[in-house]
């Protein structure tokens, strides 16, 4: 997959603009909320962007994804098969949490032991490296699974939250994997 195909699944649970009273992110124009808009912002003059969320394009989110959730916190350097999928999280949780996610369910596998710090580096590449070789797609399920509980414990936290179960939900499954294919 590349990260073009990456972000077109990302966009299809984030869609257009949201402005849901009970998402605690706030508005948000393609999953980008007005906290993180006006913070790149200010990091990345060069890419122009707007002072609403609302006024945000496409394209600008594309090029915020890309250099913000893909590239800096080096989800582009791990195994392709757990891109998409940490991507994701990086989208909806955040970079650090998303990253910590992958961490844990490479400890649990029980192959390594890394620190669950929220930062790829060469550590975390290999472990995963060597925990999907060992796992194949069964990695990216055991990802999605606990994903799962994030979700549930994020409502059992805050009940107003539970609205939005169902399609997180129906995210986090998108990215598992049928067989054992590595």
């Known amino acids: 997959m590349t990260f073009n195909d990456i972000l077109a699944l990302t966009l299809d649970f984030e869609g257009g603009f949201s402005g849901h009273s009970d998402d605690r992110g706030g508005a948000t124009?393609?999953?980008i909320?007005?906290?993180?808009?006006?913070?790149?912002?200010?990091?990345?003059?060069?890419?122009?962007?707007?002072?609403?969320?609302?006024?945000?394009?496409?394209?600008?989110?594309h090029l915020?994804?890309?250099?913000?959730?893909?590239?800096?916190?080096?989800?582009?350097?791990?195994?392709?098969?757990?891109q998409g999928v940490?991507?994701?999280?990086?989208?909806?949780?955040?970079?650090?949490?998303?990253i910590k996610i992958?961490?844990?369910?490479?400890?649990?596998?029980?192959?390594?032991?890394i620190?669950?710090?929220?930062?790829?580096?060469?550590?975390?590449?290999?472990?995963?490296?060597?925990v999907y070789q060992a796992m194949g797609s069964l990695l990216v399920n055991a990802i999605c699974d606990e994903r799962v509980l994030f979700y549930q414990a994020i409502c059992a936290k805050d009940a107003t939250q539970q609205i939005f179960l169902h399609?997180?939900?129906?995210?986090?499954?998108?990215?598992?994997?049928?067989?054992n294919y590595t």
């Open 115 to 130: 620190q669950k710090d929220g930062i790829i580096g060469p550590i975390t590449i290999r472990s995963v490296d060597r």
């Open 102 to 113: 992958l961490q844990r369910v490479c400890n649990l596998s029980g192959i390594v032991a």
């Open 167 to 179: 399609g997180w939900l129906r995210r986090a499954n998108a990215f598992k994997r049928k067989g």
């Open 64 to 82: 915020i994804y890309q250099r913000f959730y893909y590239e800096a916190p080096n989800i582009h350097l791990l195994h392709p098969a757990v």
């Open 33 to 61: 909320t007005s906290n993180t808009l006006r913070t790149i912002a200010q990091l990345a003059p060069d890419l122009s962007l707007p002072a609403q969320v609302s006024k945000l394009t496409q394209k600008q989110a």
């Open 86 to 98: 940490v991507f994701d999280m990086a989208v909806n949780h955040g970079p650090q949490k998303a």
């Open 29 to 31: 124009m393609h999953g």
